[in-house]
C-alpha cells in the first residue's frame, strides 16, 4: 500500500466507522474503539503490503495529540470540590491498581518479558485510558507486538467487565456496600444544573456513539467567536504546540528524544493548560482527542500480524490478574469505609475506562446524579495515568 494511502486509511476509517456506529445497531453494541481495532487488524493480515514504521509513526503522533486534547477539558478545582466519598473511592481505585500491578509484575516475571514496564502500561489504562498505556509503553520503549497482545487482552477483559458493570455488579455489590443517597432536594436545582453541563459530555465524549447535535449546550464557550469547528482546530493547533515545545526542551536538555522526558513534559503542560478557562472550555477538544484515539487504534491495528500473537497466554493471564484484582480490592476497600455501591462503581468505571463509559454506566444504575462526579474522575485519571505508570515501572525495574 502507498505510504500517502496508508496514512489517509488510518485517518478516514474512524470517520467512516463512527458512521456505521451511529446507524447500525450491532456496530453500535460492538464499539467504534474495538472497530477500529478490528479493521486494522484485518489490514494487516490481508495480502496487501503495510509499512510498519508508517502505522508506528502514525500511532504516536495520533497519542501525543491526543493527550493534550483530553487533558486540557479537566476541572481538578471542580474536582477537588466534589463529595468526600466520591474523591476517596478514586483514590483508592489508583491504590488498589497500583498494589495488584506491582504484585502481577512478580507473579508473571518468569513468563512476560519486562513484566514491569507492562505493569506501568496496567496502572495507566486502569487509572486513564489507552492514550495513557500507549505513551506509557512507548515512553519504556516496549515492543510493538507486546503492545498489541496488551492492547487485545485489555480489550477482552475490558469487554467483560463491561458486561458485569450492566447487568449484576450494582445488585452484588449492595450485599457489601450501602445504596447511593440522593442529594436532599434543596441541592437538587444545582446537582441538575451540573448534571445539564455534563451529559453533552459524556454523549460527545463517547467515541461510540454520536456527538450530541447540539454540542456543548450549557457548558461555557470560550467568547462565542470561534465556531466548535474552529475551537477544536485552535485546541488541535495548541495541542501540536505542546508537543512541539515537549520535543524542543528533550532535544535541548538530552540532546535527543527522550521518551519519558517528552511524556512526563507533555502531561505536565497540558494539565497547566487546563487550569486556563479558555483553554478548558474549548469546545470539541475532548472529541478531537478522542477521534485521536480512534486513528490510533486503527494504526496500531495495522502492525498486528495474527500469525505472532498466539503464543502469549501469559499476557491475557497477567492482564486479568491485575483488572480482576484491581477491582475485588478496590470494591472491598471502598465497601469497608462506607462508600455507597453506585459511587464505588462509577469511580471504578471511570478509572478502568474513560468518560465516555460513564454515561452508559450511570444509565444502568438508574443514577444520573453520579454523572458529573464519574465525568470529572475520569478526567482526573487521564492526567494521573500517565505519573503513576511510569513512576511504578521505574520503581519495579529499580
Not at 5 to 32: D, H, N, S, T
Not at 146 to 168: E, H, K, P, R, S
Request: with cysteine.
Amino acid at each position: 500500500m502507498p505510504l500517502a494511502a496508508q496514512i489517509v486509511f488510518a485517518l478516514l476509517m474512524p470517520a467512516l466507522i463512527l458512521y456505521g456506529v451511529r446507524r447500525v445497531k450491532v456496530l453500535e453494541f460492538v464499539g467504534a474503539t474495538l472497530l477500529c481495532y478490528i479493521v486494522g487488524i484485518l489490514l494487516a493480515n490481508l495480502p496487501v503490503p503495510i509499512d510498519e514504521a508508517v502505522s508506528i509513526r502514525t500511532s504516536e503522533a495520533a497519542v501525543l495529540l491526543a493527550i493534550p486534547l483530553l487533558l486540557f477539558s479537566t476541572d481538578f478545582v471542580r474536582w477537588l470540590r466534589l463529595a468526600r466519598p466520591t474523591v476517596l473511592s478514586f483514590i483508592l481505585a489508583l491504590a488498589s491498581v497500583l498494589v495488584v500491578a506491582a504484585a502481577g509484575s512478580v507473579v508473571f516475571a518468569a513468563h512476560v518479558p519486562e513484566a514491569q514496564k507492562l505493569a506501568g502500561m496496567f496502572v495507566g489504562v486502569y487509572t486513564g485510558g489507552t492514550a495513557n498505556m500507549s505513551a506509557i509503553g512507548l515512553a519504556l520503549g516496549v515492543e510493538e507486538e507486546v503492545f498489541i497482545m496488551v492492547n487485545a487482552a485489555d480489550v477482552v477483559m475490558g469487554g467483560l467487565y463491561l458486561i458485569f458493570l450492566f447487568t449484576v455488579a450494582q445488585r452484588l455489590l449492595l450485599k457489601f456496600a450501602p445504596p447511593f443517597k440522593p442529594a436532599p432536594a434543596n441541592e437538587a436545582p444545582q446537582q441538575s444544573q451540573e448534571g445539564a453541563k455534563a451529559r453533552p459530555a459524556v454523549e460527545a465524549g463517547d467515541v461510540g456513539r454520536p456527538a450530541a447535535e447540539a454540542g456543548d449546550v450549557g457548558r461555557p464557550s470560550t467568547g462565542g467567536i470561534l465556531s466548535r469547528a474552529g475551537q477544536a482546530g485552535a485546541a488541535l493547533a495548541l495541542s501540536a504546540a505542546v508537543v512541539a515545545v515537549s520535543v524542543g526542551v528533550s532535544l535541548a536538555v538530552t540532546g535527543g528524544l527522550d521518551q519519558t522526558l517528552i511524556l512526563l513534559l507533555l502531561t505536565t503542560l497540558s494539565i497547566a493548560g487546563s487550569f486556563v478557562s479558555r483553554i478548558r472550555n474549548l469546545r470539541g477538544a475532548f472529541e478531537t482527542g478522542n477521534y485521536l484515539l480512534l486513528v490510533f487504534c486503527v494504526a496500531i491495528g495495522t502492525i498486528a500480524d495474527l500469525g505472532r500473537l498466539g503464543g502469549t497466554p501469559y499476557i491475557f493471564g497477567y492482564c486479568a490478574f491485575v483488572l480482576v484484582g484491581t477491582v475485588i480490592l478496590h470494591y472491598a476497600l471502598a465497601a469497608r469505609l462506607g462508600i455507597d455501591a453506585d459511587t464505588i462503581i462509577i469511580t471504578s468505571t471511570a478509572a478502568v475506562y474513560s468518560p465516555a463509559f460513564v454515561g452508559p454506566v450511570a444509565a444502568a444504575l438508574k443514577n444520573r446524579e453520579v454523572i458529573v462526579s464519574g465525568i470529572t474522575t475520569g478526567l482526573v485519571g487521564f492526567a494521573v495515568g500517565n505519573y503513576l505508570g511510569l513512576a511504578l515501572a521505574y520503581l519495579l525495574m529499580g
